[in-house]
Every structure is written in C-alpha cells, then in structure tokens.
C-alpha cells in the first residue's frame, strides 16, 4: 500500500478552454501525477485534491470569475494557472490574486520539471500539516546567466539551498564559509552582495515569513509558532517579529481573520468591471 507521504500527487483540472484542449495538456502530467478532469467545469463537493488547475487558450471574464470564486470556496488548496494568451498584466493580476503557480503555454522540458519537483515538495509539506515558502521561481534566461551578479549566486548556490531548508535550525556562518572554501569576511560580504542583504538579515526574513505564514494558516499557540520558526526565546521573538512586521504576532493573526472574514462574500461590481478591463487589455 502507498504510504500518504509517497503518494502521487492529485491533481483537479478545469477545462476553460474554448477548445477543449485540456486533455491534451493533461497527458504532459498523467505519468507523475493522479489527474482528474472536472464535469461541466464544477467543483466536486468534498474535493481534496493536492492541486486544482485551471486551463485557459484565451482568459475571458467568466473564466476569470470562476477562479477566484474557485479560490474564495476553496481557500486550502492551491491554484496553477495555465494559459496560452499571456501578458504582463494578466501575470500580475494571477500573483495578487493569490494564485500559487502561473504557467504560459507550451511547456518546456525545463519548465515542467521545475514544475513538478516544486509541486512534489509543496504537496509533503501539507500532508505533513506544513506550509513553507517553496521556490518555484520560473528558470532564469541565459543573458541573466551572463552576470556578474548571477555568478556570484551561483558561488553560493548549494549554500543557499541549504540556507532555505535549514533556517529554523542553528546555522553557523563560520561553517557555511568554510564550506564554501571561504573566509568568514569573503563569505559575508559575497552574501550581502548576490543577495542585497546580510546573512543574518537573510536567515531572520526567511524565519519571520515563516511565522507569518504558520500565523495565517494555523492554529497554532504563537509560542509555539515562535519555536517552529527557529526562535529559542519566545520573548525575542515576539520583539522581532513587531520589529519587522509593526505589530505584535497576536495583532497580526488578528488582522488575518479579519481580512478572511471580509473576503467572504461574493464578487463586487467593481471586482467584474477590472477583470472585464483585463480581457480587453489582452485582446489589444
């Protein structure tokens, strides 16, 4: 019997297509991943899937519509957005409305496999009852690569990856450098230069969105939060986290409620009218 930690993700699809091609774009997917397309485009009552994935040619307010009310009835499980028609606009618009993941159409091989190690390491975390950061960030183009500032990312790339996995334990900069074949000032003013911010500044965000992600998404005891995301003293903690949040942790799951709250009801006039204003700037 598969365990629930080794089991295929589960994956929901909408076919909002004006072609019905997402079967096509679905086979991309059926050799890693349990994939199951809606009827009529309707949630199914109970629905626990792992991912839902809504699939647009051209994007149409309807369909825009329907995701976010996907999004509002739906709020635990994440949404990838595939679309062929694409546009700054329509990117920036799928970020602020929370979408995990936007993919433009064809697929590359890069592409997906991205895609799917991101999707892999999102979904043992929830089933662990986790929620991280998870770095999906789409494969950067070859004249970024070319940079200075690129290569030096690159000196520190295992580093990082090991930063971004370890940064609620003890991490010790000293043995980071050496790691890297460096002293502790090269190691240091490396690490501020590819990443605009000190090492200590850069373990202390990484634990603090942390916590504000257990805040928003949990039930969590805020002392224990605290402990979770790395801090040892629950009373630095919450000194930090008012530092850089400028609010107390309690004032900050308060406010999370309260927006949750207010998100309830349905779609405003004003929300129809912007995404109507999105499809025409995509037909222009």
Avoid at 8 to 21: A, G, I, K, Q, V
Avoid at 243 to 254: G, I
Wanted: proline residues 5%; neutral net charge; glycine residues 4%.
């Amino acid at each position: 019997m598969t365990s629930n930690l080794t089991r295929r993700p589960s994956l929901l699809w909408f076919d909002l297509t004006h072609d019905r091609s997402t079967k096509g774009l679905i086979a991309q997917f059926e050799d890693t991943c349990d994939c199951k397309l809606t009827k009529n485009s309707v949630l199914p009552h109970g629905e626990q899937a792992d991912m839902i994935c809504i699939h647009f040619d051209r994007p149409d307010t309807p369909g825009l519509r329907l995701l976010l009310e996907i999004k509002r009835t739906t709020p635990t499980i994440p949404i990838t957005m595939f679309t062929v028609q694409h546009s700054e606009e329509l990117a920036v618009w799928a970020m602020r409305s929370s979408v995990w993941e936007y993919m433009v159409l064809p697929l590359s091989a890069t592409e997906r496999k991205r895609y799917l190690l991101a999707l892999e390491q999102l979904c043992e975390l929830r089933r662990n009852g986790k929620t991280s950061l998870i770095d999906h960030s789409p494969t950067l183009p070859d004249s970024i690569r070319l940079t200075s500032g690129h290569q030096k990312h690159q000196a520190l790339s295992h580093i990082m990856l090991y930063i971004d996995q370890h940064f609620r334990d003890s991490i010790d900069q000293r043995d980071l450098a050496k790691r890297c074949g460096m002293t502790t000032f090269r190691f240091s003013r490396l690490f501020k230069e590819a990443n605009g911010v000190g090492f200590t500044d850069y373990v202390l965000d990484k634990r603090m969105n942390f916590a504000k992600q257990l805040l928003d998404n949990s039930q969590m005891p805020i002392t224990s939060i605290g402990y979770e995301a790395g801090f040892k003293d629950p009373s630095y903690f919450a000194r930090a986290f008012k530092q850089f949040v400028n609010c107390t942790p309690s004032e900050y799951r308060l406010t999370c409620q309260l927006r949750a709250v207010a998100a309830q009801p349905a779609l405003e006039d004003t929300t129809v009218e912007a995404l109507e204003s999105l499809v025409q700037s995509l037909g222009s």
